[in-house]
């Protein structure tokens, strides 16, 4: 390792216990603080929750899209200041504007301070407010997961109604703003090959100038059970937003199938939005009975639920990398996943059965092959811890990522 390195983490949102962001956050800052560097995280609401250590710096936004009442109208004495009222007025458009006023208050507290800092590391939210700290000399780097550009198009095709998608096209303006930023930053990483051709695509930075890091779990944390047996006609899935990006609806009528020949229940770790399609698609298909929605869940409660399971389901349209995948193979639990993004890198050929985006008999046939052959399940589990142990751990993340910030600093003469 070079110099003992001072590193501001951003997240613009960190839920601590579902959706990528809050967990990057926390294993990044943890693990780059046990190799021996200083590291403070900037963090909008939901805060992260961050291990000891860790210092953390609260950017308050107003919180317009706080459970359990998003969308919600501030009382006058919220407003402090011109940001308050851009990211109202902008909710108030149908648009999201937490990247973009994340960044400028971002921007706001750290000039002040930025001599105390080697780099700024900002996470996915690529707002205009980074740009400020590039022109006065801060190097400024960042992590995109994959391009929300994709989610854009995956919810616009699934749009049902010109309204929707007009709704849609609005509420996704950001992405614009996301393109202009990405290629004037000192460095991007992502965490997959898939990710980086991507990125080329919708933020035109060229693969070639994006480091790939993968994320991953900690193996002490995310194991298989110990001396208990699995869940029998036990599914569970992991999506951090009923979109259909995450292809949701598509599991349900493969649950719905699959409940015409076999009992089968399938938990989600995650929240049906009020009307989405899957709250639609549990109606319509009788699945209220056979489906259980956990919302976000602790890590350890997660880890008991992946241990339980008899397979867990990846049915995503797209995903840029897929930490859940990651986390059910470190529990040696076996995988049912797409062939969507960067799907087919992160699990290989051994640790999962894998089917065509969106083929719903496909997904079945899985499925039901994996639940009723428990020495496939045994195959496919202990092969997924392998490849967990051998290629996604958070401290490998970390020492990848403090080796990148080295490369970045002496580009910019700041040699480590």
């Known amino acids: 390792m070079g110099r003992r390195l001072r590193i501001a983490l951003l997240s613009y949102r960190s839920k601590p216990h579902s959706g990528g962001q809050g967990v990057y956050v926390r294993a990044l800052s943890r693990e780059l603080a046990a190799l021996g560097h200083d590291v403070e995280v900037f963090s909008g609401q939901p805060y992260p929750e961050l291990d000891d250590g860790v210092p953390l710096t609260r950017l308050p936004s107003l919180d317009l899209y706080r459970e359990p009442d998003p969308f919600r109208t501030p009382r006058p004495s919220e407003f402090r200041d011109g940001i308050d009222v851009l990211e109202w007025a902008a909710m108030c458009t149908a648009g999201f504007p937490e990247p973009l006023t994340f960044s400028l208050r971002a921007a706001r507290a750290l000039l002040p301070r930025a001599h105390e800092f080697d780099v700024v590391h900002d996470n996915q939210s690529l707002g205009y407010g980074l740009l400020r700290l590039v022109r006065a000399g801060v190097p ?188 059910a193979m470190a529990c040696g639990t076996p995988l049912v996943t797409t062939d969507a993004g960067a799907l087919p890198e992160v699990v290989g050929t051994h640790a999962g059965l894998r089917v065509r985006a969106g083929d719903v008999d496909e997904l079945t046939a899985a499925l039901r092959l994996v639940l009723e052959n428990p020495s496939l399940q045994e195959q496919l589990g202990r092969a997924g811890r392998r490849r967990v142990l051998a290629s996604y751990t958070w401290r490998s993340t970390a020492e990848r990522t403090a080796d990148w910030y080295g490369r970045v600093l002496e580009a910019k003469g700041r040699p480590c």
């Open 140 to 327: 400024t780097v960042a992590t995109v997961h994959h391009p929300v550009a994709i989610d854009r198009q995956l919810e616009l095709a699934a749009a049902p109604t010109l309204r929707r998608r007009l709704t849609l096209t609005r509420w996704y303006g950001f992405t614009a703003m996301q393109a202009r930023v990405a290629p004037r930053l000192d460095a991007v990483t992502t965490v997959s090959e898939s990710s980086r051709r991507d990125i080329g695509t919708h933020l035109r930075v060229p693969a070639a100038g994006v480091e790939v890091v993968p994320v991953g779990i900690d193996p002490e944390v995310f194991t298989p059970p110990a001396g208990r047996a699995r869940e029998s006609d036990s599914v569970v899935v992991t999506t951090s937003a009923d979109v259909a990006l995450k292809g949701l609806v598509h599991l349900l009528e493969a649950v719905a199938k699959l409940r015409t020949e076999r009992p089968v229940r399938l938990t989600v770790v995650g929240t049906a939005r009020p009307g989405g399609p899957a709250e639609a698609a549990l109606d319509r298909l009788g699945l209220r009975d056979a489906v259980r929605f956990t919302g976000p869940l602790p890590e350890a409660d997660l880890v008991r639920l992946l241990q339980s399971a008899t397979v867990a389901a990846i049915p995503s349209l797209y995903e840029g990398f897929s930490l859940p995948a990651v986390e």
